[in-house]
């Protein structure tokens, strides 16, 4: 079982005190107690954090915001977030900070319209899924590796490295690290295992369903009620001590949007944000359900992903698919690109070693923001307001402009000769 570095209390009433600090406390680095209690003493967690095989989806309908649970040992820890309200899509002061900072006003395009997005609550995974997690999963299944994962420049062309998979993904890695080198429809795989281990459980009802988030979901979790650029404020200076990036992952000889070597590191190592979620920026890429535009007009506003496929063809892969949106940079990417914001686009098929996922749980009923108001004794960081959207790294097109990521495929097409 993973622990983060302050995972050091016993189990007991620690549970319902870490909860509790989550709430008083919500920028703070305060320890995880729950998943301490879960972690020591697994008996007296799950009378908090999981529901028994007979109650199941009454107990699930009574889940409030903030509440840690796990539906099944082979299950990942989940986090209870509010209904609410935001306004997705960036401003025009952020486009212009992007620019400025290693982005272009072209890459930022795409975060518009401002929408406002109402959304139900529902749960999200408490970190990425590990490779531990994924790997019972693929030893159970016997779920295939794939025809390889793309690696270091060759992302820029959506390239694979045949020898490369999530279990050899190209550098060290811990049980405890995200799982990478999957792509969506292995984490869509991963997600029906998932689901069929949790109702034998009898831990979810047939209405109660883990799959990827939404991209509106997604932000609005990584938001978790800030309006600033990143979810610890506006300073991309205060990055090193909240996600992972190129400037404290390992790489070397960084060169825009590009880096040799470089890693991967063990989930829940930096702090939460206020929603109690680890490392919703940097790290690795997260996969989101939505099929992307380069519009949010006309997309869902109830919090619903994005099927409609866009009439663009720079949204769509080589047969025509609809390209899949994912969110949140990576170890290799520069710190403008960690804002809650940043939006990201690959084929549905397509594996690297930048890239992962963590899962959502749609619920029977949860808790509304007024709720999570009252058990957080008023505490203003956890208002949800607007919130804000941004650039576009990984693009699926040979057009010339000037999105750094396209550029970049563009240049490293022209050079093999594609």
């Known amino acids: 079982m993973r622990k983060t570095p302050t995972q050091q209390f016993k189990a007991g009433s620690i549970a319902v005190c870490g909860i509790l600090a989550m709430f008083l406390f919500p920028s703070a680095g ?12 697994p008996e007296a967690a799950q009378q908090v954090s999981a529901p028994t095989r007979a109650g199941a989806p009454a107990a699930a309908a009574q889940r409030a915001a903030g509440t840690v649970f796990r539906d099944c040992r082979a299950c990942p820890e989940m986090v209870v977030l509010p209904a609410g309200s ?5 401003s025009d002061e952020e486009k212009s900070w992007a620019a400025s900072h290693g982005g272009s006003m072209y890459a930022v395009a795409d975060e518009a319209p401002q929408h406002e997005v ?10 990425d899924v590990t490779r531990s997690e994924y790997a019972a999963f693929a030893q159970e299944t016997g779920y295939s590796a794939g025809d390889g994962c793309g690696r270091g420049r060759a992302i820029f062309k959506w390239e694979k490295d045949s ?7 190209g550098s060290a890695q811990t049980d405890s690290d995200p799982v990478v080198c999957v792509s969506w429809r292995d984490a869509r795989a991963y997600i029906a295992w998932l689901n069929r281990k949790a109702r034998r459980a009898g831990a979810a009802s047939s209405n109660e369903l883990y799959r990827l988030p939404s991209e509106a979901e997604w932000e609005y979790a990584a938001r978790a009620g800030t309006t600033t650029k990143f979810y610890w404020g506006d300073d991309d200076s205060d990055a090193r001590v909240h996600a992972w990036f190129n400037a404290n992952s390992g790489c070397r000889d960084v060169s825009g949007l590009f880096c040799d070597q470089g890693q991967t590191h063990p989930v829940g190592a930096k702090p939460p944000n206020a929603f109690g979620l680890y490392d919703m920026a940097g790290n690795v890429w997260q996969w989101t359900e939505d099929c992307y535009d380069n519009s949010y007009a006309g997309i869902p506003t109830d919090g619903r992903a994005n099927e409609t496929p866009s009439d663009d063809p720079k949204a769509k ?30 084929p549905a098929d397509y594996r690297n070693n930048i890239m992962g996922f ?31 959207v941004t650039a576009d790294p990984f693009a699926g097109s040979d057009a010339r ?18």
């Open 401 to 418: 402009d000037d999105n750094p990521v396209r550029s970049a495929q563009r240049r490293a097409r022209e050079s093999s000769g594609d």
């Open 118 to 127: 109402s959304l139900p609550s529902f749960a999200l995974g408490k970190y």
């Open 163 to 169: 020898r490369l998979t999530w279990a050899n993904p």
């Open 30 to 41: 305060f320890p995880d107690l729950t998943n301490a209690a879960f972690a020591t003493a």
């Open 317 to 346: 892969d080589g047969q025509g698919n609809c390209l899949r949106v994912d969110r949140g940079s990576s170890w290799m990417f520069p710190a403008w690109l960690l804002r809650a914001a940043t939006r990201e686009r690959n």
């Open 358 to 388: 963590r899962v959502a749980r749609t619920l029977a009923s949860g808790g509304n923001l007024s709720q999570m108001l009252r058990r957080s004794i008023a505490r203003p960081a956890i208002v949800l307001s607007a919130l804000s």
């Open 86 to 90: 935001f306004t997705m899509g960036s």
